[in-house]
């Protein structure tokens, strides 16, 4: 089996040091004996309005790598926004355990206590680890929650949207890459088949790429050969796999100085969040290695688009206005890939200055008012 996990240990700070480093507004620990919640809630900036982010259930294997994998998830969830030009901040939660089997409706009921006593401060979503039922359980106790089932006035799963916008991201990729941005032919590693690998699988399959999938879930496997016809590949062979695109939609981290090295590819886009474990440096060795990378941030921004759509109570949901809008994907990758160009600097830093430059511009405008 290949050990590609490497860790930032060197870099570990004091509690309120790392919180302060990442310019954290709020950040809550959630622990209730009675139903075995153990949960963190980080607000990173509000200036663009609430924060909102997805619920993640992970099994970690310590409180201090849920607290980074928190703070950076809900700094993510500000830029991801900011580049979006969506007014909303940037938040997350991550619940310790294990989703399959761990969770109760006590628990998710608790956490929504917790969410509630925010005061809409963060608004709560789906992530890895939870479901549009879960979500009912969390309703239950607060308003501030979305990716609520249709029945519900909901706009459902998200992840075919949050999918549909890594699609246009890879074709953007593939454009500046190539000079086209057709997948027809070109071939693709999607590492993780969950419900947007899945979906990503199926949008690159009906434009004629070759598809090459790996999860740790074998019925997510089965399930998307059955339906795609994609081809498994080994867990040796995930990064080293000679293909165009390595599209890596499973946890983070998985870009990093082990596993950098074995990429055959010339693209790397994918839907993870923090697919870089050290932002500069492993961004500067994908682009010493001649690898373009799409900032995951601004790709897999979808879902939130669609979510936008539900807090939009002016109007019905549309799914097609959601499309629609995450079709500009597209074009603010590309921007964002000549901004670096232009500047000189890393794709994932070019988009962060934009999605600054935004949230300085706002947040002068709001002290004059």
């Not at 019905?316 to 995450?326: D, G, I, K």
């Not at 994907?329 to 000549?338: G, Q």
Request: glycine share 10%; proline share 4%; hydrophobic share 40%.
């Amino acid at each position: 089996m290949l050990d590609v996990t490497i860790t930032n240990k060197e870099n570990e700070k004091e509690l309120f040091e790392e919180i302060s480093s990442n310019e954290h507004e709020l950040v809550l620990f959630c622990n209730d004996n009675a139903t075995g919640l153990k949960a963190i809630i980080a607000v990173h900036n509000t200036t663009l309005g609430p924060s909102l982010g997805g619920i993640r259930m992970w099994p970690y294997k310590t409180d201090r790598e849920a607290l980074t994998d928190v703070l950076r998830l809900s700094r993510g969830m500000t830029y991801k926004s900011a580049v979006a030009g969506l007014n909303l901040g940037g938040g997350k939660a991550v619940v310790i355990g294990n989703a399959r089997g761990g969770k109760s409706e006590a628990m998710l009921r608790r956490l929504g206590k917790f969410i509630n006593n925010l005061n809409g401060k963060y608004i709560a979503a789906e992530d890895v680890g939870m479901s549009e039922h879960d979500m009912e359980y969390i309703r239950m106790e607060t308003p501030f929650v979305t990716g609520l089932p249709d029945y519900q006035g909901g706009t459902g799963d998200p992840s075919p949207v949050t999918a549909f916008g890594v699609y246009m991201g890879i074709k953007a990729a593939m454009k500046k890459q190539s000079g086209s941005d057709s997948l027809s032919g070109k071939s693709v590693l999607v590492q993780g088949v969950g419900t947007v690998g899945s979906s990503l699988v199926d949008y690159l399959t009906k434009e004629g790429a070759k598809v090459y999938i790996y999860d740790i879930h074998e019925p997510s496997i089965q399930q998307v050969v059955k339906a795609t016809g994609a081809e498994v590949v080994s867990e040796d062979e995930v990064y080293s796999l000679p293909v165009d695109v390595y599209a890596p939609c499973a946890l983070g981290g998985t870009l990093n100085p082990k596993t950098i090295p074995l990429l055959n590819c010339s693209i790397v886009a994918g839907a993870a969040n923090n697919q870089l474990l050290d932002d500069e440096r492993d961004g500067q060795a994908l682009v010493d290695r001649g690898i373009l990378y799409a900032p995951d941030f601004v790709i897999n921004a979808g879902g939130i688009i669609n979510i936008t759509q539900e807090l939009d109570k002016g109007r019905p949901y549309s799914r097609e206005r959601a499309l629609m809008q995450t079709e500009k994907i597209y074009d603010t990758t590309l921007a964002i890939f000549a901004k670096a160009e232009q500047e000189k600097l890393l794709a994932q830093n070019a988009a962060m200055k934009i999605a600054k430059e935004r949230i300085d511009a706002i947040g002068k405008n709001m002290r004059y008012r």
